[in-house]
Nanobody
Framework: VQLQASGGGLVQPGGSLRLSCAASGNTVSIIYMDWYRQAPGAERERVARIDTHDTTIYADSVKDRFTISRDNAGYTWNLEMNSLKPDDAAVYYC?????????WGQGTLVTVSS
């Protein structure tokens, strides 16, 4: 499985960004689709997950501000980020989990600054 993330950039506090992740390869093996982020000096953390039943979970820090979704085919998933705060600035990674493997996309940088 190969993952291609897109959509990062610079946004002012309070603004919005949309990240997308497109999967290719053995996509039928994917069970979970995640977004992680890693700020400088911090651990990588999962911010949102959607599964093949469209069940979603969110980190407390982003709940009610971020929304994860996937397209009808299930192999592109998005992260809509609203009310962005400086603490949301990080490199964001999409990730997919199959029964036996975890796959990572390249990171996309989100900068939140006025």
């Amino acid at each position: 499985v190969q993952l291609q993330a897109s959509g990062g950039g610079l946004v002012q506090p309070g603004g919005s960004l949309r990240l997308s992740c497109a999967a290719s390869g053995n996509t039928v093996s994917i069970i979970y689709m995640d977004w992680y982020r890693q700020a400088p000096g911090a651990e990588r953390e999962r911010v949102a997950r959607i599964d093949t039943h469209d069940t979603t979970i969110y980190a407390d820090s982003v709940k009610d501000r971020f929304t994860i979704s996937r397209d009808n085919a299930g192999y592109t998933w998005n992260l809509e980020m609203n009310s962005l705060k400086p603490d949301d600035a990080a490199v964001y990674y999409c990730s997919a989990r199959s029964r036996n493997n975890r796959y990572w996309g390249q990171g996309t940088l989100v900068t939140v600054s006025s």
